[in-house]
């Protein structure tokens, strides 16, 4: 079937829309396996869900912003290829899900014509750059930071230095002190500043949640704005090199940081800064969206909403403020599981172009935020927004709690999220009306460990889990408390206090909130109550609800369930089928040969010398595989290769002569002549390695055993 596509649509993302397809194609052929499939599609937005056969497709958005055209494509698309309804995630993305397979080219090509891309929103590579959803309009912030989320966007798209990296990385970019877009949990945070009139960011390096979270160390109190981005790609160049890439647990940046510490983190930053593309980076920061599209209201005074209806008073108490630019407003819209049906996604945008700029934002709490409101017509887009069920009082308060979609849809969910949500809220609903006026709690909820939900940084967290209880096992919440900020403002992660039965969650909420309202001084944060009372305290009001002597039938079915809960997994992205992997090893190299040479034609010879490089990495780690040598790092890749193969027929003749080869990469200045030969020089490799792989079968017969793997979902 072919594809449609406008006239709107580049030629790279054509490119990538038709290579998809024909991946498709090999797929359903029988020429490609389900293994080799995955991991390219990831990278294309492509996730496989929990239910066999359909996908979920994530939309890649850029800090959340997003116009008002823009989202009524993507509800459009949502009825024409899934079920109707957008889900926006913590990282301001939006996921559309139940997609065939065959229908996400066609998908992604009528996304791109609105100027949205799925490229790279999954897999080993950088993922949506998220940004304060206030930038722009934040009282606090020194300057606007999208325009540098929105460049730091664009550069690493299809940038060689982060397509094939060992695991995903992640960016934030907060619009103050306050850290609004939690870079202490990032690869790299920034936090704008201006020092003696110069713009620049501090940086924050390797955070990062999951099962063993890492709050972010401090590279730098100030780097000025037109490095940043050089030093960020300094920083994934390093990872890409040292990082791990065998144990999948073990191979965020952050265990890389750990593990070396941060002044050698440094100093290998600092060995890379010859090899970069740009030594410096200017960014239009021109604040055009605010200064030039919306007028100042210099005769608008402190807005006053004068009425009687109550549900508005609180509404405009807990989900507008006024912005930065004097008489106007920004109002927040609250969304349940941030979960919205196409129709009222349409409606939306009509209320959008009636009553607010064309520049909505998604918030990293899973609601929208939109901008540009006049005060008079803040009652009219009330009542629109009543309507559509998106006036709930209460945004980004203890009572908006963040979730994942959990075992709905997730591949590795132990338990509802949605459920337990929906229960949560209920509670705090009916029982603490007013907890719509405290934003110092936040709650969040993940279906597993893994943490899309943000548990660990909730003041409040709750993570699915299991509990055994004789021969049957029941759905659990691990509680952890005490992440997020405190009431200096630091970021902290929360503690692991206790593990209880799902159905005792709202049993457990109302424990802990109602000691914070009898025993908390006024004004006292939360965390920083948590940590006068310390976890043994929290651990002993809980310890009753984990007792397992009095549970009941209902503590053995999840929430939104009727069934007796198991610990079944999600049906795997991947086939049982056995796959060569030297030989698709070598696949991969000869294709990062392919575009090496497409590169140094377009004379891009950073780029060039980067697929080079990986053509390399990638050539020795396949003749390392065929030796039954255990390959992880690519550091290492390059150091047992140079000892295991001198003097091999066609290879190099003394140890360190390979090493220096190849890491010459970061010792030169990216020229056309160094690019020209150092690509000549990985393609003679790629040569000698597939020459040694055909005399070795020839002498040893077909890949051993080791030689070969069932793919399978990791």
Avoid at 76 to 90: E, F, I, P, R
Avoid at 350 to 377: C, H, M
Avoid at 498 to 518: M, N
Wanted: hydrophobic content about 40%; aromatic content about 10%; glycine content about 8%.
């Amino acid at each position: 079937m072919s594809i449609a596509f406008s006239s709107n649509i580049s030629s790279a993302a054509q490119r990538d829309i038709i290579d998809l397809q024909k991946k498709i194609s090999g797929l359903a052929s029988g020429q490609m396996t389900d293994e080799q499939f995955r991991k390219f599609r990831l990278a294309r937005g492509v996730y496989g869900q929990r239910q066999a056969g359909v996908q979920m497709i994530r939309i890649k958005l850029p800090y959340g912003r997003i116009t008002a055209d823009q989202l009524t494509r993507i509800a459009d698309v949502s009825d024409k290829y899934a079920t109707g309804n957008l889900h926006a995630t913590t990282r301001q993305d939006i996921q559309l899900h139940f997609v065939k397979l065959a229908d996400s080219p066609q998908l992604w090509a009528d996304l791109e014509d609105a100027g949205i891309t799925l490229k790279e929103a999954c897999g080993n590579t950088v993922r949506n750059v998220t940004g304060s959803a206030r930038a722009g309009i934040d009282p606090l912030e020194p300057f606007d930071i999208s325009p540098y989320a929105h460049a730091i966007f664009e550069y690493f798209l299809r940038n060689p230095i982060c397509q094939d990296m060992g695991r995903k990385f992640k960016i934030a970019l907060s619009s103050s002190e306050k850290d609004s877009a939690y870079g202490y949990m990032h690869d790299i945070g920034l936090i704008p500043r201006i020092q003696d009139g110069q713009r620049g960011f501090k940086v924050l390096l390797g955070g990062g949640l999951g099962a063993q979270p890492f709050a972010a160390q401090t590279a730098s109190e100030f780097i000025e704005e037109n490095r940043v981005i050089p030093f960020i790609e300094a920083v994934i160049r390093v990872f890409d090199r040292y990082g791990e890439r065998t144990k999948r647990h073990k191979a965020r940046m952050k265990y890389l940081l750990n593990d070396i510490g941060l002044e050698e983190f440094q100093n290998r930053v600092a060995e890379e800064w010859t090899a970069l593309k740009n030594k410096e980076w200017a960014v239009n920061s021109a604040e055009s969206a605010v200064n030039g599209l919306y007028a100042p209201r210099p005769e608008a005074s402190q807005y006053d909403p004068k009425t009687e209806d109550s549900k508005f008073e609180t509404w405009f108490k807990t989900n507008v403020f006024e912005q930065k630019q004097t008489g106007w407003y920004a109002v927040q819209l609250r969304v349940l599981l941030g979960d919205m049906h196409s129709d009222t996604a349409r409606a939306l945008a009509s209320l959008v172009k009636q009553y607010a700029g064309d520049d909505i934002r998604v918030t990293v709490n899973q609601g929208y935020l939109l901008r540009f409101v006049r005060p008079e017509n803040l009652s009219a887009l009330y009542e629109g927004l009543d309507t559509l069920g998106l006036a709930t009082p209460g945004f980004d308060t203890t009572a908006d709690i963040t979730t994942c979609p959990g075992t709905d849809t997730c591949n590795l969910a132990i338990s509802s999220s949605y459920g337990i949500t929906r229960a949560l809220e209920t509670m705090m609903h009916e029982e603490f009306p007013d907890i719509v006026f405290n934003n110092d709690i936040k709650i969040k909820i993940s279906g597993c460990m893994n943490g899309c939900g943000q548990h660990s940084v909730g003041n409040i967290g709750f993570h699915g889990s299991s509990i055994k209880n004789g021969a049957a096992v029941m759905p659990a919440l691990q509680v952890l408390l005490g992440g997020g900020f405190n009431g200096a403002g630091e970021g902290q992660l929360g503690d692991k206090v206790v593990k209880i039965p799902t159905k005792r969650g709202p049993e457990a909420l109302r424990l802990l909130l109602r000691d914070y309202d009898t025993n908390a001084f006024e004004g006292e944060y939360f965390n920083d109550y948590y940590g006068r009372q310390g976890k043994n305290y929290f651990y002993a009001m809980l310890k009753p609800l984990a007792d397992l002597k009095l549970v009941t039938a209902d503590d053995f079915i999840d929430w939104d369930h009727t069934d007796q809960y198991s610990t079944e997994v999600g049906v795997g992205e991947c086939a049982g089928v056995m796959i060569d992997l030297v030989a698709t090893t070598l696949d991969e190299a000869t294709e990062k040969l392919t575009w090496a040479r497409e590169a140094q034609g377009e004379s891009r010879w950073a780029d060039a010398l980067y697929h080079a490089y990986n053509v390399f990495i990638t050539s020795a780690k396949a003749a390392l595989m065929s030796r039954d040598v255990n390959t992880n790092t690519q550091h290492g890749i390059v150091s047992d290769f140079d000892r295991v193969f001198v003097g091999e027929e066609g290879f190099h003749g003394e140890e360190g002569q390979f090493k220096t080869l190849v890491f010459s990469i970061n010792k030169q200045e990216p020229s056309e002549a160094f690019a020209n030969e150092f690509i000549a020089q990985s393609e003679q490799f790629l040569t000698a390695v597939l020459a040694y792989r055909e005399r070795q079968i020839q002498f040893e017969g077909m890949p051993a055993l080791h030689e070969l793997v069932q793919a399978q979902d990791s």
